[in-house]
């Protein structure tokens, strides 16, 4: 028989799940919120599978509104992050614009 372990004793550990499995979320960060906005526009560019189904989906509105979300973010955050988390979402509004791009010009005959 296992023995518990007093609420006290438990504090900073991290929550466990089945068989010792970590079900604590990810950090909650600027530079992870970020990010999955951006993988999100990929995703809905069929650039990236999604991660539920593992199939390529095409969705440009929605690609649209999350680069329209990044580019938001910059705006209303600009002079107050710092120099990673800025490279960080010009990189991810470069790549999601460009994907875009791609998928909504029609190929060249």
Do not use: C
């Given at each position: 028989m296992s023995e518990?372990?007093?609420?006290?004793?438990t504090k900073g550990e991290e929550p466990q799940?089945?068989?010792g499995q970590d079900t604590s979320l990810p950090?909650?960060?600027?530079?992870?919120?970020?990010?999955t906005i951006g993988m999100q526009a990929l995703i809905f560019c069929g650039k990236?599978?999604?991660p539920e189904t593992g199939k390529y989906e095409r969705n440009l509105d929605l690609a649209r509104y999350q680069i329209d979300m990044?580019?938001?973010l910059r705006d209303k955050t600009k002079?107050?992050?710092?120099?990673?988390e800025e490279q960080l979402l010009?990189?991810?509004?470069h790549s999601c614009h460009l994907a875009y791009l791609d998928e909504s010009t029609p190929p060249k005959s």
């Open positions: 518990e372990k007093p609420p006290e004793e799940g089945p068989e950090r909650a960060d600027f530079a992870a919120h970020i990010y990236q599978p999604h990044l580019g938001i002079g107050n992050l710092s120099e990673d010009e990189t991810l509004l």
